[in-house]
Nanobody
Framework: VQLQASGGGLVQAGDSLRLSCTGT?????????AAWFRQAPGKQREWVAI???????QYGDSVKGRFTISRDNAKSTIYLEMNTLKPENTAVYYC??????????WGQGTLVTVSS
Protein backbone atom coordinates (compact mmCIF):
# COMPACT_ATOMS: atom_id res chain seq x y z
CA VAL A 1 0.00 0.00 0.00
CA GLN A 2 1.45 3.33 -1.03
CA LEU A 3 -0.36 5.41 1.57
CA GLN A 4 -2.84 4.66 4.32
CA ALA A 5 -4.34 7.25 6.62
CA SER A 6 -5.83 6.52 10.00
CA GLY A 7 -6.80 8.14 13.27
CA GLY A 8 -10.01 9.90 12.40
CA GLY A 9 -13.08 9.73 14.56
CA LEU A 10 -15.83 11.60 16.34
CA VAL A 11 -14.68 14.15 18.90
CA GLN A 12 -16.10 17.18 20.66
CA ALA A 13 -15.13 20.76 20.02
CA GLY A 14 -11.93 21.59 21.87
CA ASP A 15 -10.62 18.03 21.76
CA SER A 16 -7.44 16.84 20.10
CA LEU A 17 -6.81 14.11 17.56
CA ARG A 18 -3.75 12.73 15.84
CA LEU A 19 -3.89 11.41 12.31
CA SER A 20 -1.29 9.02 10.92
CA CYS A 21 -0.22 8.28 7.38
CA THR A 22 2.05 5.43 6.50
CA GLY A 23 2.97 3.23 3.59
CA THR A 24 5.66 2.66 1.02
CA UNK A 25 5.35 6.26 -0.18
CA UNK A 26 6.41 7.59 3.23
CA UNK A 27 9.62 5.64 3.39
CA UNK A 28 12.35 8.16 4.27
CA UNK A 29 14.19 9.40 1.22
CA UNK A 30 11.43 8.47 -1.23
CA UNK A 31 9.37 11.64 -0.99
CA UNK A 32 10.21 15.30 -1.46
CA UNK A 33 7.06 16.56 0.20
CA ALA A 34 4.30 15.22 2.41
CA ALA A 35 1.04 16.97 3.07
CA TRP A 36 -2.39 16.72 4.58
CA PHE A 37 -5.47 17.89 2.73
CA ARG A 38 -9.10 17.86 3.75
CA GLN A 39 -12.45 17.97 2.07
CA ALA A 40 -15.51 19.10 3.95
CA PRO A 41 -19.02 18.22 2.78
CA GLY A 42 -19.95 20.30 -0.23
CA LYS A 43 -16.55 21.95 -0.46
CA GLN A 44 -13.44 21.54 -2.53
CA ARG A 45 -10.40 19.74 -1.22
CA GLU A 46 -7.95 22.13 0.44
CA TRP A 47 -4.46 21.77 1.74
CA VAL A 48 -3.97 21.85 5.48
CA ALA A 49 -0.26 21.33 6.16
CA ILE A 50 2.90 20.63 4.23
CA UNK A 51 6.18 19.08 5.32
CA UNK A 52 9.17 19.23 3.02
CA UNK A 53 11.88 16.61 2.93
CA UNK A 54 14.15 19.19 4.53
CA UNK A 55 11.79 19.57 7.46
CA UNK A 56 10.16 22.89 6.61
CA UNK A 57 6.47 23.17 7.40
CA GLN A 58 3.62 25.31 6.13
CA TYR A 59 0.06 25.57 7.38
CA GLY A 60 -3.23 26.85 6.11
CA ASP A 61 -4.30 30.05 7.79
CA SER A 62 -7.26 28.43 9.53
CA VAL A 63 -5.14 25.82 11.32
CA LYS A 64 -1.98 27.76 12.17
CA GLY A 65 -1.11 27.41 15.82
CA ARG A 66 -3.50 24.47 16.32
CA PHE A 67 -2.30 21.78 13.90
CA THR A 68 1.20 20.32 13.62
CA ILE A 69 2.57 18.13 10.84
CA SER A 70 5.49 15.91 11.75
CA ARG A 71 7.15 12.65 10.85
CA ASP A 72 8.74 9.64 12.44
CA ASN A 73 11.30 8.31 10.01
CA ALA A 74 11.82 5.12 12.01
CA LYS A 75 8.14 4.32 11.49
CA SER A 76 7.87 5.81 7.99
CA THR A 77 4.88 7.74 9.28
CA ILE A 78 3.58 11.27 8.79
CA TYR A 79 1.39 12.72 11.52
CA LEU A 80 -1.09 15.53 11.81
CA GLU A 81 -1.63 16.58 15.40
CA MET A 82 -4.86 18.56 15.66
CA ASN A 83 -5.61 20.54 18.79
CA THR A 84 -8.54 22.69 19.82
CA LEU A 85 -10.70 21.17 17.15
CA LYS A 86 -13.69 23.10 15.89
CA PRO A 87 -16.88 21.90 14.17
CA GLU A 88 -15.67 23.55 10.96
CA ASN A 89 -12.70 21.16 10.97
CA THR A 90 -15.10 18.33 10.17
CA ALA A 91 -13.89 16.77 6.93
CA VAL A 92 -12.30 13.78 5.33
CA TYR A 93 -8.56 14.19 5.76
CA TYR A 94 -6.19 12.87 3.13
CA CYS A 95 -2.47 12.42 3.23
CA UNK A 96 -0.45 13.11 0.12
CA UNK A 97 3.13 12.70 -0.96
CA UNK A 98 5.15 13.80 -3.94
CA UNK A 99 7.81 11.23 -4.44
CA UNK A 100 11.20 11.02 -6.05
CA UNK A 101 9.83 8.56 -8.61
CA UNK A 102 7.87 11.48 -10.05
CA UNK A 103 4.55 10.23 -8.76
CA UNK A 104 2.02 11.74 -6.42
CA UNK A 105 0.26 9.48 -3.97
CA TRP A 106 -2.96 9.86 -1.97
CA GLY A 107 -4.16 7.98 1.04
CA GLN A 108 -7.75 6.79 1.17
CA GLY A 109 -8.91 9.47 3.61
CA THR A 110 -9.94 9.35 7.21
CA LEU A 111 -13.08 11.06 8.52
CA VAL A 112 -12.86 13.57 11.31
CA THR A 113 -16.13 14.72 12.82
CA VAL A 114 -16.15 17.47 15.42
CA SER A 115 -19.38 17.97 17.33
CA SER A 116 -20.28 21.26 18.96
Amino acid sequence: VQLQASGGGLVQAGDSLRLSCTGTATTPGTYSMAAWFRQAPGKQREWVAILSNGGRTQYGDSVKGRFTISRDNAKSTIYLEMNTLKPENTAVYYCNTRNTDGREYWGQGTLVTVSS
